[in-house]
């Protein structure tokens, strides 16, 4: 006996559907109480009505279950889970089409990916002896099915015991032999496919050397007899086409073209790069299904209800969302392209993972991409994502079958080699759940190697040498000798900086990075870019609260195109891509600690600045060219005139000046000596990404557990600049005038500069992104720099220390973090014991809060909370306040922000 799921009363189960959601509510009202509806279901109604034959088949009646509804859902009651073909329904439904066109609308896709579109397992009876079977299964997903006994399911999961085993014949007409394509056109594919049983798909495929090797270049076409092909930059003198064709009965025939044509080289670039430099591998285009467009599917359950807590709002405002769309981006790729013409795919890998994957990234330059392709990094990716590296009794067991049906795995998780899985299951971390999809547990989706898979990129073209640091070019328009990153030229190094750090070794305890975690420690890279948050994971009623849902905020510190994006997209949610800019603020301000002491050189005042990266990687980190931070030090005599500036930074122009004492912390990777004669361009830094084969200064400051021979091993040491094993700080030393008595530090960060900018205006020859973007720039501020970490101190000249050579100083830092809601810290120290007040003021300067009141507090650093509260214990607004520390050294004051 097959167990039933008893059937809650209609009356329980209406108190709880949403009331806000009239399609939502008449959904559940069917899928999940469909007993109780079973004789006016519209959805069984609407498919045996188009499918008369059906009727009374199997899809409608089986021995361990009559009526069942086992066509769309995994639960043959009905309601719970939806298998691929009742998802297919699902997304086109909340896309607004009615349930009669939605059914019509996929009957020619294959939901379930078995190599039989939905009309051929639904009605053709004649070329199988099984028919009709059902839509939305097969073996692998079989052990999904409930309340059914799966015996009688399994002969009607595929067509099969046909008597059609005759191929199709195929005919290529064009290109007929001896054309010459210029890539980057697009040019007419012509062919005649014939089968008694119909041809269900045509695919085509490339091939640069005779037919030795093949590459797709197009997929899952209707048996129309010509595509526009758009011709990929893969060169050949030798080239065919060739036109697979898989009829309905499962039997694949191809023809080739009649004889060799050619694919000529691309006329421009720097370097004469193809598509095959950049080929590696993972899941390969046209390998997986499409991603489901999350505005369309994910937002339905994971959207809409608490901006606080819910995947959707925090994703639509992350960075990883606008990945594809990002101007500052797409402007990079043009340039680059110009430069090495299809380095572009090694880009658009990461950044639109569904586009590549679709294979619409055949046009390096992104002019095949769609408007699903420029949600960028997005749900149906991370959620479908494998671990590479198969482990007994933690990975899925179907991960085996997948890894085994992809043409080349990867070697390690980086530089954009994912592999997906190839039909629509999602996978997270808990495995108490039941959605209405299918569903997986897997912990990839915690595993910080998940995320190196976009976060270590190499350049392929450039192959280590005989020596740390250096890179040779093997060869061009060829496949690589290998796949180690080690092997290839760092472009970014995140995940490895962090596999080097005591954050992946040990874990740190830096609870304000932690969210939720109880313990305060934080590890991985979600630990901190995702925290833990409270809250439920959906919209469903029934939906658990967890104490450790991951915020799909994925924060990192751009605050520069969140503002710009409106200007190039007017579409887009502004309200969630401000909020995202906030918690890159308040990342950033959590980034770095500052520490300033003061000591006399040669009779005059100096202050030594030291800051402290409080993250798992350098700071900064991520993509080079443009990012940048710096010491920006103001002195100020006892008049408070201004008589010092180091790291001056001009708003109206965007120029930061380089005075001698300068410290600005960045990476300059750059042509070397041995490619500059071979380039014809300078030996130096260099904003040509894909040229650059060395580096020629990084003194960004590494992370907690640094020692110089990891890093040299991950590619990322100091360059013309040092730190000792173990040191995740900097010191700087300012020299001040004599009649210095104040001072305030700021230690700022910018998303780039404005030399990368003019460089991505004046390089771009192809369209006008560079000088949109340089406008845009212009009109949002410049991109102006955010700060990280500040503090002020009063330089006490005329108390010195017993040994007389040490000026006391008060200090008071910024609030960290900053904005914030509830709760901030502010730390100040003092020079020597006395009365010390430290109070919080409005913007009218009313006191809100004492938080010090101390006739007699200790010399030494202070470590002071507030909880956003007045004192009558109220919450106050979101705004702007002051908050000053006041000694009988004198006083200093400084603003922080709430936002509630």
């Given at each position: 006996?097959?167990?039933l799921r008893p059937q809650?009363?209609?009356?329980s189960a209406?108190?709880n559907l949403p009331?806000?959601r ?11 109480l ?7 279901n519209?959805f069984r109604?609407a498919f ?7 009727d009374?088949?199997?899809l409608k009646?089986?021995?361990s279950n009559?009526?069942h509804c ?5 639960d043959?009651n ?8 009742g998802?297919?329904?699902?997304v ?5 089409m009615s349930?009669a ?5 996929v009957e020619?896709l294959?939901?379930?990916?078995d190599?039989f579109?939905?009309?051929v ?5 004649v070329?199988?002896?099984n028919t009709p079977t059902f839509p ?5 997903n079989l052990g999904?099915v409930?309340n059914?006994d ?10 099969s015991?046909?008597s059609d085993?005759?191929p ?8 007929a032999?001896g054309?010459?394509?210029p890539?980057d ?5 012509n062919?005649?496919a014939?089968?008694?049983?119909g041809?269900?798909?045509i695919?085509?495929f490339l091939s640069?050397?005779g037919?030795l090797s093949w ?5 899952n076409?209707p048996?129309?007899g010509?595509?526009a092909?758009y011709?990929p930059d893969?060169p050949g ?5 060739r036109?697979?064709?898989t009829?309905?009965?499962?039997n ?9 044509f050619?694919v000529?080289s691309?006329?421009g670039?720097?370097?004469p790069?193809?598509?095959r430099d950049f080929?590696?591998?993972?899941t390969?285009?046209?390998?997986s ?8 599917v994910?937002i ?8 606080a807590?819910e995947a959707?709002h925090?994703w639509q405002?992350s960075?990883m969302g ?8 797409r402007?990079?790729?043009v340039?680059a392209e110009e430069?090495a013409?299809?380095s572009?795919?090694l880009c658009i890998r990461?950044h639109?993972p569904?586009g590549w ?5 055949l046009d390096?330059?992104?002019g ?6 420029f949600q960028?990094v997005q749900c ?5 994502m ?5 482990v007994e009794g933690v990975?899925?067991?179907i991960d085996?079958?997948?890894l ?5 795995p990867p070697?390690?998780p980086?530089?954009g ?5 190839p039909d629509?299951?999602?996978r997270g971390?808990?495995s108490?759940v039941?959605p209405?999809?299918?569903w997986?547990q ?6 910080a190697n998940?995320c190196?898979t976009c976060h270590?990129?190499s350049n ?7 020596a740390p ?5 093997d060869a061009?328009?060829?496949v690589?000798?290998d796949?180690?990153k080690?092997n ?5 190094r995140t995940?490895s900086?962090?596999?080097?750090s005591e ?10 990075f ?7 420690m934080?590890s991985?890279?979600q630990?901190c870019?995702m ?5 439920v994971?959906a919209n469903i ?17 751009n605050?520069?195109v969140?503002?710009?994006l409106p ?5 887009l949610?502004v309200?969630?891509l401000?909020?995202?800019k906030q918690?890159?603020?308040v990342m ?6 500052m520490?300033l002491s003061v000591?006399?050189v040669?009779g005059?005042?100096a ?5 402290t ?9 991520g993509y080079?060219?443009?990012r ?5 030090l103001k002195?100020?005599d006892?008049?408070?005139a201004?008589?010092?500036e180091?790291?001056a930074?001009d ?5 930061l ?9 960045l990476?300059?990777?750059g042509i070397?000596?041995?490619l500059?004669?071979?380039?014809g ?7 040509f ?12 400051i590494p992370?907690?557990?640094?020692t110089?021979?990891?890093?040299t091993?991950i590619?990322?040491p100091p ?9 995740y ?9 004599l009649?210095?008595r104040?001072v305030?530090?700021?230690y700022f ?14 390089e771009?020859h192809t ?8 406008d845009?720039?212009v009109?949002h ?5 955010v700060?990280m970490a500040?503090q002020?101190a009063?330089l006490?000249?005329s108390d010195?220390a ?6 006391r100083?008060?200090t008071l830092?910024?609030?960290y ?6 709760q901030?810290w ?7 014991p006395?009365p010390?007040?430290?109070r919080?003021?409005?913007?009218r ?14 010399a030494?650093?202070?470590h002071i909370?507030?909880?956003g509260r007045?004192?009558m214990g ?6 702007v306040y002051?908050?000053t ?5 004198g006083?200093?004051?400084?603003k922080?922000t709430l936002?509630r």
């Amino acid at each position: 006996m097959i167990p039933l799921r008893p059937q809650p009363s209609l009356e329980s189960a209406m108190k709880n559907l949403p009331r806000s959601r009239p399609f939502l509510t008449a959904l559940l009202i069917v899928l999940v109480l469909p007993s109780l509806v079973l004789a006016r279901n519209p959805f069984r109604n609407a498919f045996f009505s188009r499918y008369p034959a059906a009727d009374g088949t199997q899809l409608k009646v089986l021995p361990s279950n009559s009526n069942h509804c086992g066509v769309c859902h995994f639960d043959f009651n009905g309601g719970g889970t939806r298998n691929p073909y009742g998802l297919s329904l699902e997304v086109r439904l909340a896309g607004g089409m009615s349930i009669a066109d939605a059914i019509a609308d996929v009957e020619f896709l294959d939901a379930d990916a078995d190599g039989f579109s939905n009309f051929v397992e639904i009605t053709d009876t004649v070329s199988w002896s099984n028919t009709p079977t059902f839509p939305g299964l097969k073996t692998s997903n079989l052990g999904s099915v409930v309340n059914v006994d799966p015996a009688d399911l399994t002969p009607y999961l595929t067509p099969s015991g046909g008597s059609d085993t005759t191929p199709p014949v195929v005919t290529v007409l064009l290109p007929a032999g001896g054309e010459s394509w210029p890539p980057d056109t697009v040019q007419a594919v012509n062919w005649i496919a014939t089968d008694d049983s119909g041809i269900a798909r045509i695919d085509i495929f490339l091939s640069g050397d005779g037919g030795l090797s093949w590459k797709q270049v197009a997929g899952n076409l209707p048996n129309d007899g010509t595509y526009a092909q758009y011709v990929p930059d893969l060169p050949g003198t030798n080239s065919l086409i060739r036109v697979l064709a898989t009829d309905n009965a499962g039997n694949p025939g191809s023809g080739d073209s009649p004889s060799a044509f050619t694919v000529e080289s691309l006329v421009g670039g720097i370097v004469p790069t193809t598509l095959r430099d950049f080929e590696m591998p993972g899941t390969q285009p046209f390998e997986s299904n499409e991603l489901e467009d999350p505005s369309a599917v994910c937002i339905a359950c994971h959207g809409n209800y608490d901006p606080a807590a819910e995947a959707y709002h925090n994703w639509q405002g992350s960075m990883m969302g606008q990945a594809m769309r990002d101007p500052l981006y797409r402007a990079t790729v043009v340039v680059a392209e110009e430069a090495a013409p299809s380095s572009g795919d090694l880009c658009i890998r990461c950044h639109s993972p569904g586009g590549w994957q679709g294979g619409r990234s055949l046009d390096t330059g992104m002019g095949l991409l769609n408007d699903v392709d420029f949600q960028g990094v997005q749900c149906d990716f991370c959620h479908r994502m494998v671990n590479p590296h198969y482990v007994e009794g933690v990975s899925p067991a179907i991960d085996l079958q997948i890894l085994a049906g992809i043409a080349a795995p990867p070697t390690e998780p980086a530089n954009g080699q994912f592999v997906t899985d190839p039909d629509p299951v999602r996978r997270g971390p808990y495995s108490d759940v039941n959605p209405s999809h299918q569903w997986l547990q897997s912990d990839f989706t915690l595993s910080a190697n998940l995320c190196a898979t976009c976060h270590d990129v190499s350049n392929p073209v450039f192959l280590a040498g005989d020596a740390p640091g250096k890179y040779e070019v093997d060869a061009l328009d060829a496949v690589r000798p290998d796949d180690d990153k080690r092997n290839m030229f760092p472009v970014e190094r995140t995940f490895s900086e962090w596999s080097a750090s005591e954050y992946a070794a040990t874990g740190v305890y830096q609870p304000q990075f932690a969210g939720d975690k109880p313990d305060g420690m934080v590890s991985t890279c979600q630990d901190c870019h995702m925290r833990d948050v409270t809250g439920v994971g959906a919209n469903i009623p029934g939906t658990p609260t967890r104490s450790d849902l991951a915020l799909h905020d994925l924060t990192g510190g751009n605050t520069f195109v969140p503002d710009i994006l409106p200007d190039f997209y007017p579409e887009l949610d502004v309200v969630a891509l401000q909020a995202g800019k906030q918690r890159a603020l308040v990342m950033l301000s959590l980034a770095a600690t500052m520490e300033l002491s003061v000591s006399p050189v040669d009779g005059r005042p100096a202050v030594v600045v030291r800051l402290t990266n409080e993250t798992g990687h350098k700071l900064p980190s991520g993509y080079p060219e443009g990012r940048r931070a710096w010491i920006n030090l103001k002195a100020f005599d006892a008049s408070d005139a201004l008589v010092y500036e180091s790291g001056a930074y001009d708003l109206s122009t965007g120029v930061l000046t380089h005075d001698d004492d300068a410290k600005i912390y960045l990476i300059e990777p750059g042509i070397s000596t041995r490619l500059s004669p071979i380039l014809g361009l300078p030996a130096e830094p260099s904003f040509f990404f894909p040229l650059n084969d060395t580096v020629y200064f990084d003194n960004r400051i590494p992370p907690r557990g640094f020692t110089n021979a990891a890093f040299t091993e991950i590619q990322s040491p100091p360059v013309g600049y040092a730190y000792a094993d173990g040191q995740y700080w900097d010191d700087t030393q300012y020299v001040l005038p004599l009649s210095a008595r104040r001072v305030e530090v700021t230690y700022f960060y910018q998303s780039t500069k404005k030399e990368y900018i003019e460089f991505l205006r004046d390089e771009n020859h192809t369209n006008n992104l560079g000088q949109e973007l340089y406008d845009a720039w212009v009109a949002h501020g410049r991109g102006a720099p955010v700060a990280m970490a500040q503090q002020s101190a009063l330089l006490d000249v005329s108390d010195v220390a017993e040994d007389g050579g040490v000026p006391r100083a008060l200090t008071l830092a910024q609030n960290y973090p900053n904005p914030f809601n509830p709760q901030t810290w502010i730390d100040f120290s003092l020079p020597q014991p006395g009365p010390a007040r430290l109070r919080i003021y409005d913007t009218r300067g009313r006191l809100v809060r004492k938080l010090v009141d101390e006739p007699a507090l200790a010399a030494g650093s202070h470590h002071i909370r507030w909880d956003g509260r007045d004192d009558m214990g109220h919450d106050v607004s979101s705004g702007v306040y002051h908050y000053t520390v006041k000694t009988d050294a004198g006083s200093l004051q400084r603003k922080m922000t709430l936002l509630r």
